[in-house]
């Protein structure tokens, strides 16, 4: 059973570019989460959601950051027009469905580095 | 802002001593998760915790909940090599969505042999 994907490890953009940072969760798993780590730092919420629902995205920044999670396919976190404070490792979590969703399993994170 | 106080912030000692660590907060918590992270990875989870005053161990580590609900400890026995890496809590304030946790800034661990 393999355990949270996500992809590109690492990602390199340059200042207005658009950054999609994709997370597979894990098998039978139907909530996604995402979080950013700054350097030194630790992990801060940004978005909660289930297949199709945006369940709760009150860590996303208004504007340039969006997410998704269809009915198939990979979770979806779209940064438009990146800045240098956008620089941080992005990770997602995936929970099996069910009441208690304590049981949150990372995946290795995308590093994003905006020139 | 970071709800959580994590403490210390790094921690070096030798192998085969323990490691105390621990998260405070002004809020009230109900429940309090304990995560390692590697250099390069993302966060493994430790030991979860759902009652006020619970106790619960892990091979070498033990959590508790704190009676307060408001902090909660982790403790390593007899430190190994690999304890290296940085450790986190994470609480959940009854007020946020299930999937929504508060984490703590992270205590570095060294260990020297």
């Known amino acids: 059973n393999a355990g949270v994907m996500q992809n590109p490890r690492h990602l390199v953009r340059r200042r207005g570019q658009e950054a999609r940072l994709r997370c597979s969760p894990m098998?039978?798993?139907?909530?996604v989460y995402w979080y950013r780590q700054l350097p030194e730092e630790g992990l801060k919420f940004m978005v909660y959601?289930?297949?199709?629902?945006?369940?709760?995205e009150s860590g996303m920044p208004k504007e340039r950051f969006s997410a998704e999670f269809p009915k198939e396919g990979p979770s979806i976190l779209r940064i438009q027009q990146v800045v240098r404070g956008d620089s941080a490792a992005y990770f997602c979590a995936s929970s099996p469905p069910g009441l208690v969703t304590d049981t949150q399993y990372f995946g290795p994170g995308t590093r994003l580095t905006v020139l | 802002g970071q709800q959580l106080n994590q403490s210390p912030q790094s921690m070096f000692i030798q192998e085969g001593e323990d490691v105390s660590m621990n998260c405070t907060s002004s809020s009230i918590f109900n429940t309090w998760l304990w995560y390692k992270q590697d250099p390069g990875e993302g966060p493994v989870l430790l030991i979860a915790?759902?009652?006020?005053?619970e106790l619960t161990s892990n091979g070498r580590l033990t959590a508790q909940f704190g009676i307060t609900r408001k902090d909660s400890f982790l403790n390593i026995s007899a430190s190994i090599p690999s304890d290296v890496g940085i450790y986190f809590c994470?609480?959940?304030?009854?007020?946020?969505?299930?999937?929504?946790?508060?984490f703590g800034a992270g205590t570095q661990v060294v260990v020297t042999p």
């Open positions: 098998k039978g798993h139907s909530h």
């Open positions: 994470a609480g959940h304030l009854p007020t946020d969505s299930w999937g929504k946790f508060q």
């Open positions: 959601l289930q297949k199709e629902n945006i369940i709760d």
């Open positions: 915790l759902y009652k006020a005053g």
